[in-house]
């Protein structure tokens, strides 16, 4: 394949990760928790449910479905949702608003040696991520175990309240809600790794970035650490998902409608099933997780 054929088989470099929508049993609840704990606001709301963000950019999608059940843990989608922070100090407003909020939600802390992050769940257990990105050019690509170029990624201790005492100022904290956060990736649960490369890598358009010992992938565009992750830590050959509480649908950006359009062609070519309408891509992935794909 000629490298002008391999590009047009990728994904774009300016892509960007957009709202995660989740399906909630308790509405009040959970909305209370993005609310107070992470210092989202509610940007529009009906009978669909409430989008919270930050400014002007839709983070979350709380919709309601009081009629499904909570997945086990071993079931197939979502593993966290990461938001992204753009210093340490919005990052540090926000551990701790949450940590105060509700302290048994705190699930761990370690630099990555891209990132820094800090882990919680929400009250119905889904999985969130809070980090803040280190500089591109301190990142290390390297050769993997298979061969192939891959970021340097690691779990290296990062004490939450040391972390605290150097970064969480009173400015930040009183600024929490005017910082600016986005979804800077999406990890998912999934049956096997190898399944999950051939569906996000080969057909979908994103770049293996990194793999941990065949239990996890990383993927991105333009060269970012991940957009994307899948592990099998808690659903090794987990089978497609029924419908349940939980992840709803990820949403991808890309700038140009004829973008959705050769992605469209990718999935028609592997035998995906999808709805386009033009400027947007609607699928799943080999474990029912949905997937959205918008030009703009």
Do not use: C
């Amino acid at each position: 394949m000629n490298l002008q054929a391999k590009n047009q088989d990728l994904l774009p470099a300016d892509l960007t990760m957009g709202t995660v929508m989740l399906k909630v049993g308790d509405m009040q609840r959970m909305t209370a928790y993005y609310q107070e704990a992470l210092g989202l606001e509610p940007l529009a709301e009906g009978l669909g449910g409430v989008y919270l963000g930050r400014g002007n950019r839709p983070l979350v999608h709380l919709a309601p479905a009081s009629g499904l059940r909570l997945p086990s843990r071993g079931e197939a989608g979502l593993f966290h949702t990461a938001f992204l922070f753009a210093d340490r100090s919005a990052l540090a407003a926000t551990i701790a608003s949450a940590a105060r909020y509700e302290p048994r939600l705190y699930a761990g802390s370690a630099d990555h040696l891209v990132s820094e992050a800090f882990y919680f769940t929400d009250p119905e257990g889904n999985g969130i991520e809070l980090y803040f990105d280190k500089p591109r050019d301190t990142w290390e690509w390297i050769l993997g175990a298979d061969g192939r170029r891959e970021v340097h990624m690691d779990n290296v201790a990062l004490p939450p309240h040391l972390y605290l005492q150097n970064h969480l100022t009173e400015e930040a904290a009183a600024g929490q809600r005017e910082a600016g956060a986005a979804i800077g990736h999406v990890h998912l649960q999934v049956g096997d790794t190898q399944t999950a490369e051939e569906f996000y890598v080969n057909t979908l358009g994103f770049e293996r970035t990194a793999g941990w010992h065949g239990q996890a992938i990383f993927v991105s565009a333009g060269g970012y650490h991940h957009h994307m992750a899948m592990n099998v830590w808690n659903s090794r050959g987990a089978g497609p998902r029924k419908d349940t509480l939980g992840l709803g649908e990820v949403l991808i950006h890309v700038p140009h409608e004829d973008e959705v359009g050769a992605l469209a062609e990718r999935l028609t070519f592997a035998g995906v099933a999808h709805h386009h309408t033009g400027a947007e891509l609607r699928f799943e992935d080999p474990w029912r997780n949905r997937l959205r794909v918008a030009a703009g």
